[in-house]
């Protein structure tokens, strides 16, 4: 089955950074869409970015924009996330998650894969 690592998150003051890996295996890496979802307490699974298995295409949360930016790295089959900006609103518990094809999906139920999530905290 495919496997996600999640490394990177932690504690980080406002306007910090932070970057987020997302490691994968047991998966044509090439074959998956790739993207980053949170989850911040009493709010709902949140899209933040995503990056398509070809052609170069992201997309982020109006939220993340100019803030985050997400990269791959085909030949270490591994994702990114690179927060800056960092602010307490962005607190929360982050998910990297794949999908076969190349459509960037913004709804959470439509990735089949996941990883464990890496808590972030951004103190004011």
Request: glycine share 10%.
């Amino acid at each position: 089955h495919v496997l996600l690592v999640v490394s990177g998150g932690g504690f980080v003051q406002a306007a910090g950074s932070l970057r987020l890996s997302c490691a994968a295996s047991n998966l044509t890496f090439t074959a998956f869409t790739m993207a980053w979802f949170r989850l911040a307490p009493g709010k709902e699974r949140e899209f933040v970015s995503g990056f398509s298995r070809s052609g170069g295409i992201t997309n982020y949360a109006d939220s993340v924009k100019g803030r985050f930016t997400i990269t791959r790295d085909n030949a270490q089959n591994t994702v990114y996330l690179q927060m800056n900006s960092l602010k307490p609103e962005d607190t929360a518990v982050y998910y990297c998650a794949g999908r076969q094809g190349n459509l960037i999906y913004t709804q959470f139920n439509e990735y089949a894969d996941w990883g464990q999530g890496t808590k972030v905290t951004v103190s004011s």
